[in-house]
Structure formats: C-alpha cells, structure tokens
C-alpha cells in the first residue's frame, strides 16, 4: 500500500473504533491491524474521521451588486484547512440561460483552481418544458440537485408554479430538490416598507424577514413534496416554526430533509443591535433569529430531526462590500464566512459540550450530506473502496478562531473571541496530505468535478 494510516481511532457515523488505515492509489484499500505501507502516518491520539462535505456553498457568487470574496481556490484551501474535503457549490441560471450554461460557467470557476473535490447543483431561474427536459440531462452529466428560491424576488426568486414543476420533474428523474423557503413577496413588502420608514440599521434586515415567513414557506415546500412524492431539502434552517413544518411533512411519510448552518448555532438577532454597523457582518438570509430558536435546532440535530449540518458559505468583505449598505440595510450583501469553522464549531460546542455523539457529529458534517446529494460511499464515510478524503483530527488541539488563524479571503472573522477545542491535525484528500498544521500543503487546481448519482432517497 501506497501509505498507511497507523494506531488512529476511526470515527464514522456508526462506530469508533482502533484500527489502522491503509491506502493504495487514493483510495481506502484495507482497514485493519498491523497494516505497513510505503509511507506510515502515525495518529496516536487522533480520531480518523471521513473529510467533511459541505453542501451548500457559494463561492465566487455575483449578488446583490458585489461578488462573494472567495474564490475556488481560496474557499477550498480554508474549506480544507477546516476538515472539508468535498463541497457542493450553486451554479446559478441567469436570465435566457439554459441551466447547461449556467452549469458550464460556473465549472470555468472552478476548474485549476478547486483544490478539493467540488460538485455543482444548479439554481433554476426558470421552468419552461425546454428547462424540464433539461433537468433529466443534469442529472445523466452527474448534477442530480436543483436549488429553488422562495425569496429575492427580483433576482433569483421562483414562483410557486416553477417550484411545483421543478419537484414533479424531480421525482421522474432522480432529482433532488433544495429550497431556500422564505415567503419572498412578505420579505419583499417588509423591506421596502421599513426603508420607506427611514428605519434602516442592520437590525430592520431581520425585522424585515420574520420567521413566520420562514415558516410558512417551508410548509408550503413541504406540501408541495407530499403532494409530487418528490424528495425535498430545506437549505439554511433557522426558526423553531419552520422545524416544525418540516417534522410535520416527515411525521406523514414525505421526503422531507433539513439542513442548518453554525451561525444559525452560534448566534442570536441580538448580533444587529451591535454598536456602529458591526450587526452587518451578520445580515444574512434568513436571518438570525432568538435564542431559543437556536436550541430548537440543537435539538433537532441531536434528535434527528434535522440532518445535515452545512455552511451557506457566502463571504463579504467588511469595507468595500458590507459597508455598500451603511445607510440601507437592504444594500448589505447577505452572507458570511463560514465553510472553515464548521467542523471546529460543532465538535466543540455539538460534541464537547454533550449534545450528540462524535459519530453524529460525523453523520452531520460528512456522512449525510453525502447521502443525501449522491456522493456515498465515495465521499463521507470510512470503507473499503472509499476515496482517501480524511481528517486526522486532534480532539486535545485548541485553536482560536480569529481572522489571522483561518484562511478564508475576507477582512472579518465572526467568531473573533471563540477559542474552539478540537481541530485538524492533518486533512488528506485521495491520500495525499492537504493540509497540516492548519497549512495547505496541497496543489492549487487538484480538485476534481464530482459527477453524483442520481438520488433515491
Ligand atoms: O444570505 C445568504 N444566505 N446568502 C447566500 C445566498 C443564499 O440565500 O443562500
Ligand atoms: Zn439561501
Ligand atoms: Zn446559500
């Protein structure tokens, strides 16, 4: 064997376990005792865990009038320095395009520059018989996930009808569809309502998008995905409401899965109320909602209620970008940085402070967002056949999560006073050691597109 992987504890989403990895050309070749190679890693004390999957990011993403700060190679060398190996980024379709060019713009970005592995979903604009027919392509090219927009209107939000379709057309061909379900006219009436007002601090951003909105858009996504039988994803959950919703459609039998992100964890609305216009370093869509709106999703984390853990990853610079709202909070690019500090904050806040298990932690990050977007058993989990994605990570290291300490392309960290317990020693992607000691050591372009399968869920 090309390398191996000695005296780690292994961590999936089932088991831990002692045993010794070995590798032979990028891929998982035996997991077992006493195993040699050519090249030995040793990770005494080190949990092996399967390199995250992020499923939901946006990388060099034009929006609201400025583009997102990181690109692919700068998103991915932070996704990396973090323990993400896999993410799944958004093609979005413009206006008179076919989602094939959308697709193939959005591969331009990220070809030699990726330095992990990447897939694409593809954002529908539009849903004309044309765009139905082209969905069944997508999913034969290896892009077998649409996202739809319940909000923005003006820009990237659908009507119901496109949603409809999107799901009925899902369902024949193995698609699956994610939805960023906010009641866009709501949202759209309340922003231009308070700016009218002259009421606009970043805290008017989450007065302008209530979680009832959130709420009531997932309950209609949800029926929408009973009504089809097609599976469906709710990205970027927030509001207990809207949980709800969700755990109401599955209580009935319907495809429903939900995803949250750190932030949503970590932070309360109290954040825009923050002296100056600091609060804008956390506008974002949805917003941030009360304090026990955060627990709900700890909860539902735990509890299997939700199922899957990613990062809406959509970075602005703090001067030159965020400040483009400094007198209208409807100006503020929505966004935050987020994909490097996933792993950190939920092992420490998830694992290290008792609410799920270190193999739940590995089903959240890894395991099922793998499931879910057609990457298992490639991507997300530790077994014979499995590409080499792994996280030698040290549950002892202690790390702070300050600008200068992480890699991600934007003038701000949101997490400036969070000293996190538990971080990547080494990440490894198809065998070759990508990042140590919090240092890319990897190839700038090595990457590659991930073609999925299609989804049966
Ligand atoms: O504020 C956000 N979430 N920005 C990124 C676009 C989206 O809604 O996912
Ligand atoms: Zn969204
Ligand atoms: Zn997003």
């Not at 499923?55 to 690109?71: K, Q, V, Y």
């Not at 949603?163 to 193995?174: Q, T």
């Not at 990062?311 to 400094?326: L, R, S």
Request: one cysteine or more.
């Amino acid at each position: 064997m090309d390398l191996v992987i000695k005296n780690g504890t292994v961590v999936t989403a089932t088991e831990s376990y002692r045993a010794d990895i070995g590798v032979d050309g990028g891929t998982i070749a035996l997991i077992g005792r006493d195993l040699s190679g050519a090249e030995v890693i040793d990770a005494a004390g080190m949990l092996v865990m399967p390199g995250g999957v992020d499923p939901h990011t946006h990388m060099e993403l034009p929006f609201m009038g400025s583009i997102s700060a990181d690109d692919f190679r700068t998103g991915t060398i932070a996704a990396a320095c973090g323990g993400t190996t896999t993410i799944i980024d958004f093609a979005i379709q413009g206006a008179g395009q076919t989602l094939r060019q959308a697709l193939d713009i959005w591969l331009k970005k990220a070809e030699g520059k990726a330095c992990i592995d990447y897939g694409m979903h593809v954002a529908i604009g539009a849903m004309d018989d044309e765009r139905m027919a082209e969905m069944g392509d997508m999913v034969e090219f290896g892009v077998p996930s649409f996202k739809v927009f319940m909000a923005y209107k003006g820009s990237f939000m659908v009507d119901d009808e496109t949603l409809f379709r999107s799901l009925i057309r899902a369902k024949e061909i193995g698609g699956l569809i994610a939805v960023h379900a906010e009641n866009g006219d709501i949202l759209h009436y309340l922003i231009n309502k308070h700016v009218a007002e002259g009421k606009k601090e970043p805290i008017w951003h989450a007065r302008s998008h209530p979680a009832e909105a959130e709420a009531e858009a997932t309950h209609r996504a949800v029926v929408m995905a009973g009504m089809t039988g097609a599976p469906l994803y709710v990205v970027h959950m927030t509001a207990g409401d809207a949980l709800e919703a969700l755990k109401a459609g599955r209580a009935k039998g319907f495809k429903v899965f939900g995803e949250t992100c750190p932030q949503y964890l970590m932070f309360s609305v109290e954040k825009y109320a923050e002296p100056g216009f600091e609060g804008a370093k956390y506008v974002m869509s949805p917003p941030l909602r009360e304090k026990g709106d955060s627990e709900a999703l700890w909860r539902g984390l735990a509890g299997g209620d939700l199922q899957a853990v990613g990062t809406d990853h959509c970075p602005f610079n703090f001067v030159g970008q965020k400040d483009m709202g400094k007198d209208d909070f409807s100006k503020i690019p929505n966004g935050m940085p987020s994909v490097e500090t996933r792993l950190p904050l939920l092992y420490h806040f998830g694992v290290g402070q008792g609410r799920f298990s270190v193999n739940r932690f590995v089903e959240l990050v890894a395991t099922g967002p793998a499931r879910l977007f057609g990457l298992l058993p490639r991507k997300g989990t530790i077994s014979v056949g499995a590409d080499a994605d792994l996280v030698l990570w040290d549950p002892k290291r202690e790390h702070r999560l300050t600008k200068e300490n992480l890699h991600m392309n934007v003038d701000y960290s949101p997490y400036e006073d969070v000293t996190v317990r538990g971080y990547p020693a080494l990440t490894l992607q198809r065998g070759k050691v990508i990042v140590r000691n919090n240092q890319f050591v990897g190839d700038v372009g090595a990457g590659q597109f991930l073609k999925r399968s299609p989804i049966h869920l």
